[in-house]
């Protein structure tokens, strides 16, 4: 079977609730709460996955909050599909984050729009209108 060459993702947040809530505003979907019932060594670790299937085109991930782990800075850009990124960077805005790079044309390729979340990390946002 042939797969994406992203397989997970991970966000780091300081502040889960503001984060989820950035999130599930921006992109109308809500997110789901992991659990490693039982473990010990994760018992500080908080994850909230953005819902996927398997069989679904893209890559799942979850938003992280672990002790020792710092949100924002990062050198990672994640890309979220849109149906039209503006829409997606304004909703963002609207939620608390900001727009570092409003929509623009990547050619052939559609369009690309760059923001930051709540936490200070950047994330990016493609569409192909």
Same mark, same amino acid.
């Given at each position: 079977m /042939?797969?994406?060459?992203?397989?997970?993702?991970?966000?780091?947040?300081?502040?889960?609730?503001?984060? =989820?809530?950035?999130?599930?505003? !921006? *992109?109308?979907?809500?997110?789901?709460?992991?659990?490693?019932?039982?473990?010990? &060594?994760t018992s500080?670790l +908080? #994850?909230?996955? *953005?819902?996927?299937?398997?069989? $679904?085109?893209?890559?799942?991930?979850s938003l @992280? +909050? #672990?002790?020792?782990?710092?949100?924002?800075g990062? /050198? @990672?850009? !994640?890309?979220?599909? =849109?149906?039209? =990124? &503006? @829409?997606?960077?304004?909703?963002?805005?609207?939620?608390?984050?900001?727009?570092?790079?409003?929509?623009?044309?990547?050619? +052939?390729?559609?369009h690309?729009? %760059? @923001?930051? $979340?709540?936490?200070g990390? #950047?994330?990016? %946002?493609? /569409?192909?209108?």
């Amino acid at each position: 079977m /042939s797969r994406n060459a992203v397989g997970w993702f991970e966000i780091y947040v300081d502040d889960m609730t503001r984060a =989820c809530a950035f999130y599930e505003a !921006v *992109f109308g979907k809500m997110l789901e709460r992991l659990s490693a019932e039982g473990d010990a &060594a994760t018992s500080e670790l +908080q #994850m909230w996955a *953005f819902r996927g299937d398997p069989n $679904d085109g893209g890559a799942a991930g979850s938003l @992280v +909050q #672990m002790p020792g782990f710092k949100a924002g800075g990062n /050198s @990672v850009i !994640v890309y979220f599909s =849109c149906a039209d =990124c &503006a @829409v997606e960077a304004a909703r963002a805005a609207a939620h608390g984050g900001r727009i570092f790079k409003d929509k623009f044309s990547i050619g +052939q390729y559609g369009h690309i729009a %760059l @923001v930051e $979340d709540t936490e200070g990390n #950047m994330i990016g %946002l493609h /569409s192909m209108n």
